[in-house]
């Protein structure tokens, strides 16, 4: 059988899903090899699949000076690609590096946003096949407001999305990697630079396979045969994972609570983000389990009614909750989603404010709260209306039934089994 590698860099919520469609790649005989931070090597080898050397540790990124800067202003599309352009100066040819060596032996490549600039090269070099799976929508356009990313009208099919997307969506790719993936081709590829049309040709032939739900971001019609929109890529870890004795007391002492944790986003002053989430929690009468992640949401003098976790598998916690609070990550909101619950997000940067906007053009949610703008009583009032909006609750009930009906797993499989 074949080799796969996938290209997966990012937080936890970028390499979950490529875990969960490498195993069942696996399963079908395959040898798959995952590259991705440093610090998921473990978790990585944990399930069958082999994890590839990289001197990148996500999370120490993201708890780095840039990293704090990006989770703190991102929210600036202008600062956003300012400071992601001074972390790819940093990083970037290290990570293109370790690409390209994780790419040996390998008989076809699966990249991302994050990766589809420079690994196009990698493939055409090898002579291998080149799939892309995103998370998000692709950055190509469409006059799909409802798929594209930043849309000046995000619920209408109009040619101004179009244009817009051909001015700002199709170029920022290029304008974060353009200079790395040149650099890669000349230094390390032996292949000559390209222009930006050029590369853009080449990600526009590759199969585009996107791992979200059509009932939450709707396949464009003028989007070319060879792009895909497969469903979600859950990884259920339920069956490996103890729920503490701690966690057991506290859901059986009184009504579901809300879920809150914002993953892996860092920022400079966690102590007033718990400031304000625990005021919101009091005030909303609710009761709430927070979820520590990367910025350790909770730690502090916590009352009855809160309970503090490290972590949990959203598989297991959500279907059990009133609501979630969360930062939009692609991974998260999937999980939200198909929990049937409704969810409140609080975006940071990049595609989280998109998946905010669905939410609560899907009305299961409320509209989102960039985080800059997060006050006690704006939070306090979204889990009020979570909690007690019941044709809200519907409404999300109904579509965590049809995610749940869905095989996205199954489709990538055979996607990507028909390029090698």
Same mark, same amino acid.
């Given at each position: 059988?074949?080799?796969?590698?996938?290209?997966?860099?990012?937080?936890?919520?970028?390499?979950?899903?490529?875990?969960?469609?490498?195993?069942?790649?696996?399963?079908?005989?395959?040898?798959?090899?995952?590259?991705?931070?440093?610090?998921?090597?473990?978790?990585?080898?944990?399930?069958?699949?082999?994890?590839?050397?990289?001197?990148?540790?996500?999370?120490?990124?993201?708890?780095?000076?840039?990293?704090?800067?990006?989770?703190?202003?991102?929210?600036?599309?202008?600062?956003?690609?300012?400071?992601?352009?001074?972390?790819?100066?940093?990083?970037?040819?290290?990570?293109?590096?370790?690409?390209?060596?994780?790419?040996?032996?390998?008989?076809?490549?699966?990249?991302?946003?994050?990766?589809?600039?420079?690994?196009?090269?990698?493939?055409? *070099?090898?002579?291998?096949?080149?799939?892309?799976?995103?998370?998000?929508?692709?950055?190509?356009?469409? *006059?799909?407001?409802?798929?594209?990313?930043?849309?000046?009208?995000?619920?209408?099919?109009?040619?101004?999305?179009?244009?817009?997307? *051909?001015?700002?969506?199709?170029?920022?790719?290029?304008?974060?990697?353009?200079?790395?993936?040149?650099?890669?081709?000349?230094?390390?590829?032996?292949?000559?630079?390209?222009?930006?049309?050029?590369?853009?040709?080449?990600?526009?032939?590759?199969?585009?396979?996107?791992?979200?739900?059509?009932?939450?971001?709707?396949?464009?019609?003028?989007?070319?045969?060879?792009?895909?929109?497969?469903?979600?890529?859950?990884?259920?870890?339920?069956?490996?994972?103890?729920?503490?004795?701690?966690?057991?007391?506290?859901?059986?002492?009184?009504?579901?609570?809300?879920?809150?944790?914002?993953?892996?986003?860092?920022?400079?002053?966690?102590?007033?983000?718990?400031?304000?989430?625990?005021?919101?929690?009091?005030?909303?009468?609710?009761?709430?389990?927070?979820?520590?992640?990367?910025?350790?949401?909770?730690?502090?003098?916590?009352? *009855?009614?809160?309970?503090?976790?490290?972590?949990?598998?959203?598989?297991?916690?959500?279907?059990?909750?009133?609501?979630?609070?969360?930062?939009?990550?692609?991974?998260?909101?999937?999980?939200?989603?198909?929990?049937?619950?409704?969810?409140?997000?609080?975006?940071?940067?990049?595609?989280?404010?998109?998946?905010?906007?669905?939410?609560?053009?899907?009305?299961?949610?409320?509209?989102?709260?960039?985080?800059?703008?997060?006050?006690?009583?704006?939070?306090?009032?979204?889990?009020?209306?979570?909690v007690s909006n019941q044709t809200m609750r519907q409404n999300a009930a109904a579509l965590g039934k049809k995610i749940r009906a869905e095989d996205?797993?199954?489709?990538?499989?055979?996607?990507?089994?028909?390029?090698?």
């Open positions: 059988m074949s080799v796969i590698t996938f290209i997966a860099y990012g937080t936890r919520g970028d390499v979950q899903p490529a875990i969960a469609l490498g195993q069942a790649l696996s399963r079908q005989g395959h040898t798959v090899r995952i590259l991705a931070g440093a610090n998921f090597a473990d978790w990585i080898q944990q399930h069958g699949l082999i994890p590839l050397p990289t001197q990148i540790d996500m999370q120490a990124l993201m708890a780095g000076e840039g990293g704090r800067d990006w989770v703190e202003k991102g929210h600036n599309p202008v600062m956003q690609m300012r400071i992601m352009g001074q972390l790819l100066d940093k990083h970037g040819m290290q990570i293109a590096s370790d690409a390209w060596d994780a790419c040996q032996g390998s008989d076809l490549i699966v990249s991302s946003f994050t990766s589809d600039v420079y690994a196009v090269g990698m493939a055409e *070099k090898l002579g291998i096949a080149h799939v892309s799976a995103p998370l998000q929508p692709t950055l190509f356009t469409t *006059k799909n407001g409802r798929v594209l990313l930043n849309a000046p009208l995000p619920n209408r099919i109009s040619w101004i999305n179009y244009f817009f997307g *051909k001015l700002f969506i199709e170029t920022a790719a290029w304008s974060l990697y353009g200079d790395i993936a040149n650099r890669t081709r000349t230094e390390l590829l032996g292949l000559p630079a390209q222009t930006r049309a050029e590369n853009r040709a080449d990600r526009q032939k590759m199969t585009i396979i996107h791992g979200y739900s059509p009932h939450v971001v709707p396949h464009p019609e003028d989007w070319p045969d060879n792009f895909h929109t497969a469903g979600y890529w859950f990884l259920d870890e339920n069956e490996q994972w103890q729920p503490p004795g701690n966690l057991l007391d506290f859901l059986g002492a009184g009504s579901p609570p809300v879920a809150i944790g914002f993953g892996s986003m860092t920022g400079r002053n966690p102590q007033k983000m718990n400031e304000i989430v625990l005021e919101a929690v009091q005030m909303s009468g609710q009761r709430a389990i927070l979820l520590s992640g990367w910025a350790g949401l909770g730690e502090m003098q916590l009352p *009855k009614s809160v309970l503090q976790l490290p972590a949990a598998p959203h598989s297991w916690l959500f279907p059990q909750m009133a609501a979630v609070v969360h930062h939009g990550g692609a991974g998260t909101t999937a999980a939200g989603l198909r929990a049937g619950i409704p969810s409140i997000l609080v975006p940071h940067f990049a595609d989280q404010p998109f998946w905010g906007q669905r939410i609560a053009a899907l009305g299961v949610g409320p509209k989102p709260v960039m985080r800059p703008k997060l006050t006690a009583h704006k939070l306090a009032d979204a889990i009020d209306t979570a996205g797993i199954g489709m990538a499989v055979a996607l990507i089994e028909k390029q090698l």
